[in-house]
T-cell receptor, first 112, second 112 residues
């Protein structure tokens, strides 16, 4: 049981390049989330998806787009990467209602 | 979701109980208190959650005050492996994914 799988684990981009971060979960969860974590800080919610076919903005959505491809997969896209988007990105999933979130191991993204 | 306040850092001696406080004075009746921890930049790990009753599992105990405005996570016999950042969040129960932002958390250092 892999849980939440994120790819890639590491990536270096140049300013202006685009990139899609992939996330897949095998727990049949309805809800999925994308967070970013800057050095020495807590996690901030970028976007979430309550269920397949729906997405909503979180605290820091600017500069990102998301796609809930199916129940398993939730991708995060940077259309034109900026150095301010250098961060560690975590994907998470949860069942509906009172359920804990299960996190992936993160994607470490550096933008030069 | 209600905002939470946690101390920035705490120390604990190995083998002693670690008591981590969290204030959530604006919590509403349908919000649950969740605790997670993050060990060395790995993805956060769910620990425990509760609504108004005290809860205990194999990892920790959660004590919620009667007015629900604060809570304490207790690690009964802290080990060096419990050194981590501990996050307290509150989350609404509903059929859709709630927006849950993780703050900066408490850095717990367990010392030999």
């Amino acid at each position: 049981n892999a849980g939440v799988t994120q790819t890639p684990k590491f990536q270096v981009l140049k300013t202006g390049q685009s990139m899609t971060l992939q996330c897949a979960q095998d727990m049949n969860h309805n809800s999925m989330y994308w967070y970013r974590q800057d050095p020495g800080m807590g996690l901030r919610l970028i976007y979430y998806s309550a269920s397949e076919g729906t997405t909503d903005k979180g605290e820091v959505p600017n500069g990102y787009n998301v796609s809930r491809l199916n129940k398993r997969e939730f991708s995060l896209r940077l259309e034109s990467a900026a150095p301010s988007q250098t961060s560690v990105y975590f994907c998470a999933s949860s069942e509906e209602g009172v359920q804990p979130q299960h996190f992936g191991d993160g994607t470490r993204l550096s933008i030069l | 979701d209600a905002k939470t306040t946690q101390p920035t850092s705490m120390d604990c001696a190995e083998g002693r109980a670690a008591n981590l406080p969290c204030n959530h004075s604006t919590i509403s009746g349908n919000e649950y208190v969740y605790w997670y921890r993050q060990i060395h930049s790995q993805g956060p790990q769910y620990i425990i959650h509760g609504l108004k009753n005290n809860e205990t599992n194999e990892m920790a105990s959660l004590i919620i005050t009667e007015d629900r405005k604060s809570s304490t996570l207790i690690l009964p016999h802290a080990t060096l492996r419990d050194t981590a950042v501990y996050y307290c969040i509150v989350r609404v129960y509903n059929t859709n994914a709630g927006k849950s932002t993780f703050g900066d958390g408490t850095t717990l250092t367990v010392k030999p």
